[in-house]
């Protein structure tokens, strides 16, 4: 049976189990904002830490998501940092998601930082966010938090097979903006690299089949979302805040107008890196 897609609680498992999940990107703090979007009902809410939210938001930001119940709170920390990786989780997060992972090594070091002793280096929280969402007991933290890598440089495709067969690594992430220039491309959305990306995609998919993890990517649209998730994704992030903030702002204005509205000087948005 499939696991209750609105309680937060089945996030890890069904992560784990490779199910479909579609989640949402906050880059702005604003916990109101952040708690209004956890009420739509997406499977989890992901958190800006490397680009957006400060460490200092997010345990208002994980507040804000639990404070609906529908989703798994998520944080992006800045870094392979076994220091970000553990502040993230005590502050609730259900996941952490780590940026410009290239090696094996490197994979290794963040999964064990989400892991206790004996098989990682993950360090009691105490009377932390942690403890009161997910108990105090050891095996039973580590069952309930995951590992996401990101795969977005040519070092990391490389190393692909190497960094999906990582111990106690659940998940590997695109951020297909700076995959896109590591494949050679100018910007993102450049169409001189489209079709190496496609190919690139395939093998990122294929070789956490392969290796039994979950594999997402981050979408601009939900339409783009659903594709992915057709082509063999697991779990796919819809787009940001700030850029729909942005979107609805322009769309009213122009309305009012009576123009169309259009991107600041007619760029292509770049936010999902």
């Known amino acids: 049976m499939t696991a209750d897609r609105r309680d937060p609680g089945t996030f890890v498992a069904r992560l784990r189990g490779r199910e479909r999940l579609i989640g949402y990107w906050i880059a702005c703090d604003n916990p ?6 956890a009420g739509v009902g997406y499977d989890y809410i992901g958190v800006d830490g490397q680009h957006g939210v400060p460490q200092p938001g997010w345990h208002s930001a994980m507040l804000a998501v639990d404070a609906m119940g529908l989703s ?27 940026p410009m992972v290239e090696t094996a090594e490197e994979a290794a070091i963040a999964a064990r930082a989400c892991r206790h002793w004996p098989v990682g280096t993950r360090s009691l929280g105490g009377p932390v966010r942690a403890e009161l969402r997910l108990g105090s007991v050891p095996g039973e933290l580590d069952d309930a938090v995951a ?8 070092a990391a495709m490389e190393n692909l097979a190497a960094i999906c067969a990582t111990p106690y690594l659940d998940a590997v992430y695109v951020g297909p903006a700076d995959l896109s220039v590591a494949l050679g491309a100018a910007y993102f959305g450049d169409p001189g690299v489209q079709e190496r990306l496609e190919q ?13 993890i979950a594999c ?6 939900g339409a783009t979302a ?32 009576g123009t169309r509205a259009s991107a600041p000087g007619g760029a292509t948005d770049r936010e999902p890196r």
Do not use: Y
């Open 32 to 37: 109101v904002g952040t708690e209004r979007i």
């Open 72 to 98: 798994a709170g998520v944080i992006r920390v800045p870094s392979v940092d076994p220091i970000a990786i553990g502040a993230a989780l005590d502050s609730g997060a259900r996941a952490v998601i780590v």
């Open 147 to 154: 590992c996401v890598t990101m795969i977005e440089t040519a």
């Open 216 to 221: 997402g990517i981050h979408c601009l649209d």
């Open 200 to 212: 690139a995609l395939k093998e990122i998919t294929e070789a956490a089949a392969e290796a039994g």
């Open 226 to 257: 659903a594709r992915r998730l057709d082509e063999g994704f697991t779990f796919a992030t819809v787009s940001s805040d700030i850029t729909h903030l942005r979107e609805a702002a322009a769309t009213h204005l122009a309305a009012a107008l």
